[in-house]
Antibody, heavy 118, light 109 residues
Framework: QVQLVQSGAEVKKPGASVKVSCQASGYIFTSYAIHWVRQAPGQRPEWMGWIHGGNGDTKYSEKFQGRFSITRDTSATTAYMELRSLTSEDTAVYYC???????????WGQGTLVIVSS | QTVVTQEPSLTVSPGGTVTLTCGSSTGEVTSSYYPNWFQHKPGQAPRSLIYSTTNKHSWTPARFSGSLLGGKAALTLSSVQPEDEAEYYCLLFSGGGWIFGGGTNLTVL
């Protein structure tokens, strides 16, 4: 079955960077895009950006431009998101999601908790 | 900055019908916003219910339906079941990116 499996929880100090992985299985990785979304405690989900698994094209939310990047390794069928210059406001659960045609988003990864604390 | 608005909370009786809506600060929501609806239960990843306004997945119960209503995207639940109690988020495509609504906490009581 189609699955997205994310890396484990992270605890980071303010100013550090975090890199979260999202390994895909059960479908042709290079055919679809993967999006990253985060949800801080008590907040609505927030779209961060996407990468196309095939050509590597990316699109980022303006909010994260400059300190956020998404990459992929097609041989490992894995997408990565890296967020730099972390602050406590980046504490959230980070999800990866596959996008199919007609804006169909499924499945979601299980989520990765990132805690930023001194 | 576009803001997507949902009812913060709704309560429905088992067997009843309820409609959740999703509006945009930019104006009328149309099919060009590709409205999506997700169900989120505690301890689980969100799950897609509806995509591109009205389309269901194979796993979407028949009692869920999506539409456009009064300038907003809408999710209607008919014959509500206790297991439908959850947080529901809409997602719209706007300004080249995707924006989530604030979520509706649906209580079945």
């Amino acid at each position: 079955q189609v699955q997205l499996v994310q890396s484990g929880a992270e605890v980071k100090k303010p100013g550090a960077s975090v890199k979260v992985s999202c390994q895909a299985s059960g479908y042709i990785f290079t055919s679809y895009a993967i999006h990253w979304v985060r949800q801080a405690p008590g907040q609505r989900p927030e779209w961060m950006g996407w990468i196309h698994g095939g050509n590597g094209d990316t699109k980022y939310s303006e909010k994260f431009q400059g300190r956020f990047s998404i990459t992929r390794d097609t041989s490992a069928t894995t997408a990565y998101m890296e967020l730099r210059s972390l602050t406590s406001e980046d504490t959230a659960v980070y999800y990866c999601i596959r996008q199919l045609p007609f804006s169909w988003f499924d499945p979601w990864g299980q989520g990765t908790l990132v805690i930023v604390s001194s | 900055q576009t803001v997507v608005t949902q009812e913060p909370s709704l309560t429905v009786s088992p067997g009843g019908t309820v409609t959740l809506t999703c509006g945009s600060s930019t104006g009328e929501v149309t099919s060009s916003y590709y409205p999506n609806w997700f169900q989120h239960k505690p301890g689980q990843a969100p799950r897609s219910l509806i995509y591109s306004t009205t389309n269901k997945h194979s796993w979407t119960p028949a009692r869920f339906s999506g539409s456009l209503l009064g300038g907003k995207a809408a999710l209607t639940l008919s014959s509500v079941q206790p297991e439908d109690e959850a947080e529901y988020y809409c997602l719209l495509f706007s300004g080249g990116g995707w924006i989530f609504g604030g979520g509706t906490n649906l209580t079945v009581l």
